[in-house]
């Protein structure tokens, strides 16, 4: 199984990016699915979750109405669309699938099983 987290990059403040997570080994729609992001010297934490379907979503209050997550089944892959990025957006980001389709918990570590390797997003001020 693996997770192929891409997309980070550098980006002024204000601005956007779309991360992507790819999956092999995995059929992803058996699965919800979540981003968490790492900051420096700081724990991993929830940015957003997505039900196996797509139509129900759960985001972290600091990001809430700034990004959205979606997803394509038939492509396998989970998004991330990250607008009005700020510089404490900072970290490096990554996808994980649930052990459940459904996210009857969704924003701890604990309640995912397979973790991408984490891409790098840097918003400049």
């Known amino acids: 199984v693996q997770l192929q987290a891409s997309g980070g990059g550098l980006v002024q403040a204000g601005g956007s990016l779309r991360l992507s997570c790819a999956a092999s080994?995995?059929?992803?729609?058996?699965?919800?699915m979540g981003w968490f992001c790492q900051a420096p010297g700081k724990e991993r934490e929830f940015v957003a979750a997505?039900?196996?379907?797509?139509?129900?979503?759960k985001y972290a209050d600091s990001v809430k109405g700034r990004f959205t997550i979606s997803r394509d089944n038939t492509k396998n892959t989970v998004y991330l669309q990250m607008s009005s990025l700020k510089a404490e957006d900072t970290a490096v980001y990554y996808c994980?699938?649930?052990?459940?389709?459904?996210?009857?918990?969704?924003?701890?570590?604990?309640?995912?099983?397979?973790w991408g390797q984490g891409t790098l997003v840097t918003v400049s001020s």
């Open positions: 994980a699938s649930h052990r459940h389709p459904y996210l009857d918990t969704y924003n701890s570590k604990e309640f995912y099983t397979y």
């Open positions: 080994g995995l059929t992803l729609s058996s699965y919800a």
């Open positions: 997505i039900v196996w379907s797509g139509t129900a979503t």
